[in-house]
T-cell receptor, first 112, second 114 residues
Framework: GQQVMQIPQYQHVQEGEDFTTYCNSSTTLSNIQWYKQRPGGHPVFLIQLVKSGEVKKQKRLTFQFGEAKKNSSLHITATQTTDVGTYFCAVNSGGSNYKLTFGKGTLLTVNP | EADIYQTPRYLVIGTGKKITLECSQTMGHDKMYWYQQDPGMELHLIHYSYGVNSTEKGDLSSESTVSRIRTEHFPLTLESARPSHTSQYLC?????????????FGQGTRLTVV
């Protein structure tokens, strides 16, 4: 099935520092989604990227989809303690894109 | 607030028992998923369905089985629970319509087999 590699696995930052997580695929993706899971919680959808080179922003979060649609990144500017959690990318795959598989996630911890 | 519900939230059960984890959604979504996740770890897709009477195995081999007799209901069954089944099980659903494939997750069931 569709595989996406997500790095880094962990990232610890001081509050106010920036944070970036990356997802890479060996094949062209139809779209990519990003989710956030708070400690003890369930994944919550953040955004979906569909177009080549697409850039979307949500306040301090910036999402990018590569020109070749094989990679994506999530960047957080000036992290806050509320940003703590695991960030996952997810891709649809399978014959009719019915499967939804997740990257391994990046655990972000923020030191106040 | 997503309308997808999982019961029970927590379950402690003895080895060899049969269990069924319930998942229901009221959004009319065609696609439903079961993921297995150990604390702080990745989400492993174990089963998915794209409509009534359709079920597929995911990427992680699992001894569990699923059924999809009604659109809103996607239960997961373990015929004989073992300690290796101890984990969190997350159910999710999404629409098949157009490109709107945002997945909504339930609160999860934390299963402990003793």
């Amino acid at each position: 099935g569709q595989q996406v590699m997500q790095i880094p696995q962990y990232q610890h930052v001081q509050e106010g520092e920036d944070f970036t997580t990356y997802c890479n695929s060996s094949t062209t993706l139809s779209n990519i989604q990003w989710y956030k899971q708070r400690p003890g919680g369930h994944p919550v959808f953040l955004i979906q990227l569909v177009k080549s080179g697409e850039v979307k922003k949500q306040k301090r979060l910036t999402f990018q989809f590569g020109e070749a649609k094989k990679n994506s990144s999530l960047h957080i500017t000036a992290t806050q303690t509320t940003d703590v959690g695991t960030y996952f990318c997810a891709v649809n795959s399978g014959g009719s894109n019915y499967k939804l598989t997740f990257g391994k996630g990046t655990l972000l911890t923020v030191n106040p | 607030e997503a309308d997808i519900y999982q019961t029970p939230r927590y379950l402690v059960i003895g080895t060899g028992k049969k269990i069924t984890l319930e998942c229901s959604q009221t959004m009319g979504h065609d696609k439903m998923y079961w993921y297995q996740q150990d604390p702080g770890m990745e989400l492993h897709l174990i089963h998915y369905s794209y409509g009534v009477n359709s079920t597929e195995k995911g990427d992680l081999s699992s001894e569990s089985t699923v059924s999809r007799i009604r659109t809103e209901h996607f239960p997961l069954t373990l015929e004989s629970a073992r300690p290796s089944h101890t984990s969190q099980y997350l159910c999710a659903s999404s629409s098949r319509a157009g490109m709107n494939t945002e997945a909504f997750f339930g609160q999860g069931t934390r299963l402990t087999v003793v």
